[in-house]
């Protein structure tokens, strides 16, 4: 039976993706790290207007999340940056990949887990699948293990699915391997673990429309057996991705071509590979 980690780095896209796969976890650690990958706030979907600008709707999500570490003892957060400091726009963290990944590995060094904990690679929302991919070559590079959890992806009808493996549904790995139910870790949390996730949740008030959605009982998650290969095609045709809003929402200005990822992973394996500090 796989053991659960004792010192992960819990490392994410968004703040309020660790609370929603991850709240009751996060209570159970002694010293838990969360490390968000980019400043959520997306260009085109009006935000600058609601928020009076792009930064100022970035710093309500941080002030949030540092308002949800308060309900963990010893938790804390770091954020990705590059070496100007600056941040890794949402929904563009796959255009910046060997900065993202040289400032995660220095956290990581620093921090010295026993794993790391992220997304699993889903095909859904283009800085999950980014984040996947980094904590592959991360918990590589450590020789750590790495865990994944599911957040959501659409089936074949565009139904919404929430905390499911995506490849158990449809019984087979990226890898090629079966896919089966027991190799998920899964908890229910207590009553009081409930009550404490659903009060960090409620911290994410400017994300209140999409927490409300998940159910906050069970958690799951399992040891990955991604490598190169599994990140070597897409789970999805295109993602959501604009950098201003378009003309019409019903068109499909605002997707990627979810071959653009793929391009992307694949020109941040050659620049690794010329990387001897990496090696």
């Known amino acids: ?14 703040p309020d993706d660790e609370t929603l796969a991850l709240g009751g976890l996060l209570q159970r650690l002694p010293a838990p790290l969360v490390v968000f990958a980019t400043d959520g706030a997306a260009h085109g979907y009006g935000l600058e207007r609601q928020f009076g600008s792009l930064k100022a709707y970035a710093d309500l999500r941080f002030q949030e999340a540092a308002r949800v570490m308060n309900w963990i003892p010893n938790a804390a957060f770091k954020r990705l940056t590059r070496s100007d400091g600056s941040h890794f726009s949402d929904q563009h963290l796959f255009e910046d990949l060997p900065d993202a990944a040289t400032s995660l590995l220095a956290i990581s060094q620093t921090y010295s887990p026993d794993a790391i904990i992220s997304h699993a690679y889903e095909g859904a929302h283009i800085d999950h699948d980014a984040c996947s991919f980094l904590a592959m070559h991360i918990a590589g590079a ?3 293990k790495l865990f994944e959890f599911p957040l959501y992806w659409l089936d074949r009808g565009g139904t919404v699915i929430r905390q499911q493996f995506r490849d158990i549904a449809a019984g087979v790995r990226t890898d090629g391997s079966q896919a089966t139910a ?3 870790m899964e908890w229910r949390l207590s009553e ?6 659903k009060k960090m949740l409620a911290e994410y008030h400017s ?8 159910a906050p009982e069970t958690e799951r998650m399992r040891l990955t057996r ?3 290969a599994s990140f070597s095609f897409s789970l999805c045709t295109d993602y959501m991705y604009q950098e201003r809003r378009p003309r ?3 068109t499909r200005h605002h997707r990627l ?3 653009a990822l793929l391009k992307k992973f694949a020109e941040f394996e050659t620049w690794r590979a010329g990387q001897e500090w990496w090696k």
Not at 207 to 214: A, C, I
């Open 257 to 259: 071509s979810a071959k």
């Open 192 to 197: 009081t673990e409930i009550q404490c996730k």
């Open 248 to 250: 019409f929402y019903h």
């Open 182 to 184: 027991a190799d998920v």
């Open 207 to 214: 994300q209140r429309g999409t927490v409300s959605t998940f």
């Open 1 to 14: 039976m796989t053991q659960f980690p004792v010192r992960p780095l819990i490392f994410v896209a968004h």
């Open 226 to 228: 991604n490598n190169r």
């Open 142 to 144: 450590l020789s750590v």
